[in-house]
């Protein structure tokens, strides 16, 4: 309290809340309306801690419920019922400072991560877009490259050729795509950072704001998954390639399933 109320006369054995009145609290009071402070104080000092930033606030908020418990008593027994009725003031400081946050915090907070939100979707944007073309060139380039195989009856440079370059074409796209995989991740690590830092500040359930994180994570989730299946789509690419290639070289293959 030395360090919060706005006037303290350690002269007089005094201080003083200063609000829209100014309430004077002499230092008197008895041992046993102390009785509760131990199990109050660390509650209240993680209340009103400085590092907080909004703790001017809060600190606002406490002082306003104290002195509407106070308003009215003694001058003389005002500290000591502020000593007794400590969890109660704190109890209502909270719930000021609740009412506080979802009233005046809600909208910046929604504001500030709705322009987070659109930089994740336009991170999220151009991976899909990169994994999109490769969706289309991959198909593209298998046919392309398939339709230069010759049939014959053992294997031969040409085809030799066209399997390594497709399968290496095959192998630069995947490498490609667990460069996107590592753009998704870190994608991820800041949205799940950002989701945690607003749930350390907002204790409310806040349905706007998880709204908008379940379709930023949704839309994730299904970025992820198509990356997923681009890689898939590539290792079977490169298994028909090996199979082609195969099929070429062995004349009863040919015989067996004919082009």
Not at 193 to 203: G, N
Request: a positive charge; aromatic letters at 10%.
């Amino acid at each position: 309290m030395r360090s919060k109320v706005e006037v303290w006369d350690e002269t007089a054995g005094r201080f003083f809340l200063v609000d829209q009145q100014v309430v004077e609290m002499p230092f008197n009071y008895t041992a046993q309306q102390t009785l509760s402070l131990p199990s109050q104080l660390s509650v209240l000092t993680r209340f009103l801690d400085d590092q907080h930033i909004d703790s001017d606030a809060r600190w606002a908020f406490f002082r306003k419920a104290a002195l509407r418990q106070l308003q009215g008593s003694p001058k003389d027994k005002r500290l000591g019922l502020f000593m007794e009725r400590l969890g109660d003031l704190l109890e209502r400081a909270q719930q000021d400072h609740s009412l506080y946050l979802e009233r005046f915090s809600l909208e910046d907070l929604i504001k500030n991560f709705d322009e987070k939100r659109l930089k994740f979707v336009g991170d999220l944007n151009q991976i899909l877009a990169s994994i999109q073309t490769a969706l289309i060139g991959v198909p593209l380039g298998f046919f392309v490259i398939a339709q230069q195989f010759k049939a014959a009856n053992r294997l031969t440079g040409q085809n030799l050729i066209l399997a390594g370059g497709a399968i290496l074409f095959f192998a630069l796209l995947f490498v490609l795509s667990l460069n996107q995989g590592k753009a998704l991740e870190g994608i991820s690590v800041a949205l799940a950072e950002f989701e945690a830092e607003q749930k350390k500040r907002v204790t409310d359930k806040l349905e706007g704001l998880q709204r908008l994180l379940r379709t930023t994570w949704n839309q994730f989730a299904w970025v992820k998954g198509l990356l997923i299946a681009v890689r898939i789509l590539l290792m079977l690419f490169s298994a028909v390639v090996v199979l082609t290639l195969i099929w070429c070289s062995i004349p009863s293959l040919q015989r067996a399933i004919p082009y």
